[in-house]
């Protein structure tokens, strides 16, 4: 690798591993496997960097390996099991920094792809139409999935005994 590509590279990452994390933890909402997700995200780029060079949008190209790594993830049989050394007789952990209204307790309800989708379209603010080119989705899809994933926030929201 070319010193100035190197370099180039090492630029691109700079200015955008922030809101990669970000990302990562919005979907994942664990700070740990997000640094994760990143770093297989960035090892991927920079395995196809050649590739990555040509295209039109390198954001876009790095959020659909970010998206495919963290589903990929998910699909892991040791992800499904979850141990708790008590289990918890309590009320829930009060919400992270920055998220007062429990936003992200909201998205941990939601399925994997409504969730890809509403932070997609939400959070990094892409259309309708990026966001089906990110996931490799018809834009009926994303549509759709944007549509319930909302619908099932308000549902939680407003059921009895939940927020308001």
């Known amino acids: 690798m070319k010193a100035q590509d190197e370099a180039a590279f090492r630029d ?8 990669l994390r970000r990302t990562a933890y919005l979907l994942c909402h664990d700070w740990h496997t997000a640094d994760d997700l990143v770093s297989v995200t960035l ?11 040509e295209l039109a949008d390198l954001d876009a190209y790095t959020r659909r390996i970010l ?17 708790r050394e008590r289990l918890p007789d309590g009320p829930a952990p009060p919400a992270a ?20 989708v509403l932070v997609l379209r939400f959070y990094c603010d ?39």
């Open 12 to 19: 691109y990452v700079t200015g955008r591993i922030e809101r």
């Open 43 to 53: 090892a991927t780029l920079f395995r196809r960097r050649r590739r990555a060079t």
């Open 67 to 83: 998206l495919n790594t963290w589903l990929d993830e998910r699909r892991r049989p040791w992800r499904r099991e979850f141990t």
């Open 97 to 116: 920094p920055g998220d007062e209204h429990g936003l992200l307790a909201l998205l941990r309800t939601l399925p994997a792809h409504q969730r890809a």
């Open 126 to 164: 892409l259309s309708v139409d990026e966001t089906a080119e990110t996931l490799g989705l018809p834009t009926g899809t994303v549509k759709s999935q944007t549509s319930r994933g909302l619908e099932a926030l308000r549902t939680v929201i407003t059921e009895p005994g939940g927020r308001k």
